[in-house]
Structure formats: C-alpha cells, structure tokens
C-alpha cells in the first residue's frame, strides 16, 4: 500500500508539471492510485494529507502556478473521501504478481458472462512474415518495398533479441541446422523478472529487452536455408 501511495504521489506531481505547460489533465490518475492505496491500507490517511499539503504551496513557483492551481482541485476531491474513497475497481496488469492472491481481492471473477455475448478476443500478430528461399530473398525484398534493395549486414547470433527501427524490412537466413525465430512489439517493455518474462540478455549486439506480460511474441520455425 506504501509504494502505490508513492506512485501517487510522483504521479501527481508529474501532473502539476503537465498541467501547468497544458499538456492535459492527469491528476485523475493519481486518484485512482491513492484511492487503491487507501483501499489496501485507510491508515496511510494522514501520509496522503501530508502530501496533499506540498501539492498546495502558499507561493507556487510562476511557472508551475497553473499546474498547483489545477491540484487543489484535485487535492479537495481527496480531502472529501475522509478516508474512504469509492469502492472501485482498479485493474493495471492482468498479472499474478500484481493482482494475484493475497494482492488484490476486488477482481471480475474469470467465468463471469461477459458483458458482450458475442465478442471473441483472439491474440494476433499485426507485421506481415514471409518465408522464401534464400535465393529469392532479395527480388522478393525488392517486390515488397517497391525499389532497389539497400543491405545492412548483421552477424548472426543465436537466441538474442535484434531491434532496428530505421529498417523498412528485416531479413534472416536460417543455417543448415533451422531455427525457430520469434518475433514481437517492442512497444511493451517491463524490467521486472515477472513469470513469462525473458530474461534480459547481456551480450554484445543484443537488445536488452525482455517479452513483456502485455504483448505476445510469435515464433515461427525456419528451414535449413529459407530466409
């Protein structure tokens, strides 16, 4: 409960910053967390109104004014709960580590009916993947991007993660053994060693990135000399 009443508070003061450049409204985040914190433990009562008080400074810095401003609004909202903030649930992660037993006890039961009878959620890998002969990689590569092929070699490594964002298309050519190759968003990134996570790697040439628990990887198994 501590650490979400922390989170609050770096989110909040985040919030005065983005409100004061106008860059938007996001002290309703910090509600939510310190609304959860105090669900998990109404003690932190005084903690969270000692923190409101920095977040009302009789003589706010000219830069930020605006952004206190828009925080006092916030901070009476927080006031009004005396304590007991709506009973709301809060899901960030759809994670065992976060919401499983003993953490969270305000969870949608798994066989409830789902509010839209006929909605099928399916994962789905949205880059398209094709697999050629090696001696045809470059004239389909030429048909994809619609031009000449520009080639950036890359030494081969084994089991490690290969990110290029100024690349139009990536190309791999599989040894006599196969392989398997796994492909994946890059957008979803978190360092804790959560189940289901790969570890970081810490070789030369691979990206330190593990799978994260919001996104899916796609492995794909590739013949002796198919690209």
């Not at 009302?56 to 901070?75: H, M, Q, V």
């Not at 709301?88 to 305000?106: K, T």
């Not at 509010?115 to 389909?140: G, K």
């Amino acid at each position: 409960a501590a650490m979400w009443l922390l989170a609050g508070n770096l989110t909040a003061h985040l919030a005065v910053v983005l409100a004061a450049r106008e860059e938007g409204d996001y002290f309703p985040d910090a509600l939510a967390i310190w609304a959860q914190a105090l669900r998990m433990d109404p003690s932190l009562t005084g903690d969270l109104h000692q923190i409101l008080e920095s977040l009302e400074p009789a003589t706010p810095p000219r830069r930020w004014k605006r952004g206190y401003e828009a925080a006092r609004k916030s901070a009476r909202r927080v006031r009004a709960w005396a304590g007991r903030p709506e009973d709301d649930e809060f899901i960030q992660f759809l994670q065992e580590d976060v919401n499983g037993l003993g953490r969270c006890s305000h969870l949608c039961p798994s066989d409830a009916t789902p509010a839209i009878s006929r909605l099928d959620m399916r994962r789905f890998f949205s880059s398209r993947v094709l697999s050629v002969p090696e001696a045809h990689l470059h004239a389909v590569a030429r048909v994809v991007l619609g031009s000449e092929v520009v080639v950036e070699d890359a030494p081969p490594l084994a089991a490690c993660w290969r990110r290029n964002d100024t690349a139009s298309l990536m190309g791999l050519v599989c040894g006599t053994g196969g392989a398997e190759v796994w492909f994946a968003d890059p957008r979803g990134y978190l360092p804790q060693r959560w189940a289901g996570v790969v570890p970081m790697l810490q070789r030369p040439g691979c990206v330190e990135e593990p799978k994260a628990p919001f996104h899916w990887h796609k492995a794909l198994t590739c013949r002796a000399q198919e690209a």
